[in-house]
């Protein structure tokens, strides 16, 4: 059975770090994007950043860009979500995902069909 389990969040102070783990089983992983989505109460899921299969490529969204790093290690099956410069507007439940589709990369939610549970995310002003 596929899985995704995140890890790592918690409250931290504006301006801190945290970083988000993100362990995959029950599939190879290693040709597929993977990515990281947040919700914030009464707010829709939006997209936070993906990783190529290889790891070679990461996209961000505009509002974590230069404070959020992803990175990948595939005889791991891990992901992990690097975030800093941490603002209170970063609060959110954060979810990796795994594409649907081996090689393609996707923003889309719908072009993802694994999820994780979430993790929690507070930054406190």
């Known amino acids: 059975q596929e899985q995704l389990v995140e890890s790592g969040g918690g409250l931290v102070q504006t301006g801190g770090s945290l970083r988000l783990s993100c362990a995959a089983s029950?599939?190879?992983?290693?040709?597929?994007?993977m990515g990281w989505f947040r919700q914030a109460p009464g707010k829709e899921r939006e997209f936070v950043g993906l990783?190529?299969?290889?790891?070679?490529?990461?996209y961000y969204a505009d509002s974590v860009k230069g404070r959020f790093t992803i990175s990948r290690d595939n005889a791991k099956n891990t992901v992990d979500l690097q975030m800093s410069s941490l603002k209170p507007e970063d609060t959110a439940t954060y979810y990796c995902?795994?594409?649907?589709?081996?090689?393609?990369?996707?923003?889309?939610?719908?072009?993802?069909?694994?999820w994780g549970q979430g993790t929690q995310v507070t930054v406190s002003s």
């Open positions: 995902a795994v594409a649907a589709t081996p090689y393609e990369v996707a923003r889309a939610i719908g072009r993802y069909d694994v």
């Open positions: 029950g599939r190879d992983f290693s040709t597929y994007t």
């Open positions: 990783i190529t299969w290889t790891g070679s490529s990461t």
